[in-house]
């Protein structure tokens, strides 16, 4: 079975940082892609930053400039680094990976975290 861990969050202070990470394991037999979603109280869901098998990247709008999304295939761990943080950035945090597990190698399923929860107040 694929399973998505995160791990990082915290409660920070506006302008602090965090680093949250995100390990895959499990039957994999590859990665298409990874990201990192939020959702605030009452907010949908929205997308924070995605990387791809060949390390291209996008980012919200919202969080250019501050957050950076990397990734280690060797770990299968994917990493978003969150600087200058602000009361908006509060919310639950959840990764996702496109994944393709070792016995369907054909299909690419989208697998989510059970998330981690970042607040930012002073």
């Known amino acids: 079975q694929v399973q998505l861990v995160e791990s990082g969050g915290g409660l920070v202070q506006p302008g602090g940082s965090l680093r949250l990470s995100c390990a895959a394991s499990g039957s994999i037999f590859s990665i298409k892609a990874m990201g990192w979603y939020r959702q605030a109280p009452g907010k949908q869901r929205e997308l924070v930053a995605v990387i791809t098998s060949g390390e291209r990247t996008d980012y919200a709008d919202s969080v250019k400039g501050r957050f950076t999304i990397s990734r280690d295939n060797a770990k299968n761990t994917v990493y978003l680094q969150m600087n200058s943080l602000k009361p908006e950035d509060t919310a639950v945090y959840y990764c996702?990976?496109?994944?393709?597990?070792?016995?369907?190698?054909?299909?690419?399923?989208?697998?989510w975290g059970q998330g981690t929860q970042v607040t930012v107040s002073s």
């Open positions: 996702n990976g496109r994944i393709s597990p070792a016995q369907a190698t054909f299909a690419t399923w989208n697998y």
